[in-house]
């Protein structure tokens, strides 16, 4: 397994170094930064699987540099707090951090939250990885808002992609053009059930789908992959 990178943002150096020293006992690599700008800096240059935040910094607030770091790396944080005060915890955890720990705290403690917290990210990762909806020549990237035939991405409009999409998450089910246009549309829109029909037709001719997606004369459409 690849070693897990920890980022340690504390500016006082006992702690940065017992943290140090205990994470790389357990086979991680660490970085210490004793500022709020250092650590941000060199979250860019190190790119740490996660990051231990102290909450009273020199420089920038905890919850600044947690704002930063989330906004900018997509990363897991756990804040150190020396603050008992637990409205304190939970504006941490508004701002972003996954989790905190009060100091002093017991070593043991702070590694398996890590590894959790880690295991709970891969896995959340994961799921956005794996974020593919694949029928057939389709390929859709819900994150992306994509639809690629083959590796060609299709030049969909919204309405169509949504259209599109819908049709193949419920494969073989009929929809009335009502339905369609209750679910695609929304309930509030004006336009008529026509509307439905020419966004078919281009979503057939633009996704290849002539053959799949079929028109139940009088009564709507299904798709069958
Ligand atoms: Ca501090």
């Known amino acids: 397994m690849e070693e897990k990178r920890i980022l340690v943002i504390e500016d006082e150096k006992p702690i940065a170094d017992i943290l140090k020293y205990g994470f790389e006992k357990e086979g991680f690599l660490v970085s210490c930064a004793y500022t709020g700008a250092e650590g941000f800096a ?103 808002r994509s639809v690629y035939r083959q590796e060609e991405l299709l030049n969909l409009t919204p309405r169509e992609y949504d259209l599109l999409v819908f049709f193949l998450k419920h494969p073989r089910q009929v929809f009335t053009r009502t339905v369609l246009l209750d679910r695609i549309w929304g309930y509030d829109f004006a336009g008529d059930t026509r509307t439905v029909d020419i966004h078919v037709q281009r979503i057939r001719r633009k996704a290849g789908l002539e053959e799949t997606l079929v028109t139940i004369f009088g009564v709507g459409y299904k798709y069958v992959p």
């Open 42 to 144: 060199m979250a860019g240059k190190e790119q740490p699987d996660l990051a231990l935040l102290d909450w009273m910094l020199p420089d920038l607030s905890g919850v600044d540099v947690c704002r930063m770091l989330t906004e900018q790396y997509k990363l897991p944080i756990i804040m150190l707090t020396a603050r008992g005060n637990m409205e304190d915890k939970l504006y941490g955890l508004e701002s972003g951090a996954d989790d905190y720990i009060t100091k002093p705290f017991d070593l043991r403690e702070v590694v398996a939250r890590v590894r959790t917290i880690l295991r709970r990210f891969d896995k959340a990762h994961g799921t956005l990885e794996s974020e593919r909806l694949v029928c057939g020549p389709l390929t859709v990237v819900e994150r992306e």
